[in-house]
């Protein structure tokens, strides 16, 4: 009975230890990655609106920020492209670096006082350049262009094609 439970303990861990597996259980984690990322993506038809802190055009006439860097006004034309309804979570970002054997990015140190900010299903904390790869990756994983948003893309969604929204993102 002992030497069975041996010889078992010896087979599993041979069975564990194989590519093989790991490989087709990454494969299809980064597939239902992939599949869940670009249903969740939304259109948003192009046009044109005025990008930058619209205070000044509405209600006490003050500008919304008090940052000496932000952009003036300024008319911006976009075509259409298309956004995704939710943020990149922790787990799926995880399965991207496990899938492209890349490594975990430095936890910062917000994340250090606050590890609930690394929880699965909260959002990724990532520099952009670790976000316009992961964006590519879905691109090339799923045969459409996908990227990160320009500024002005992001503004003109959030702000519901360019509507003056204030404190809509």
Not at 22 to 39: F, H, I, P, R
Not at 49 to 54: A, C, E, R
Not at 77 to 92: A, G, R
Not at 119 to 143: E, F, H, M, N, R
Request: charged letters at 25%.
């Amino acid at each position: 009975m002992r030497k069975l439970i041996v010889v078992a303990s010896l087979a599993a861990g041979l069975l564990t230890g194989c590519d093989q597996g790991n490989t087709t259980g990454s494969e299809k984690a980064a597939k239902a990655l992939v599949d869940k990322s670009v249903s969740n993506m939304v259109p948003v038809q192009g046009g044109e609106f005025l990008m930058g802190d619209f205070g000044p055009l509405v209600g006490q006439k003050l500008p919304f920020s008090i940052q000496q860097d932000d952009k003036t006004l300024h008319k911006v034309i976009l075509s259409d492209f298309s956004i995704s309804k939710y943020k990149v979570t922790n787990d799926d970002f995880n399965v991207y670096l496990k899938v492209t054997d890349k490594k975990n990015p430095p936890v910062d140190i917000l994340a250090k006082r606050h590890p609930s900010l690394l929880k699965g299903d909260y959002p990724a904390g990532v520099i952009w350049q670790q976000a316009k790869d992961y964006c590519q990756w879905l691109g090339k994983k799923s045969g459409k262009k996908i990227d990160l948003p320009t500024e002005a893309q992001w503004e003109f969604a959030a702000r519901s094609r360019g509507q003056y929204l204030p404190f809509c993102y």
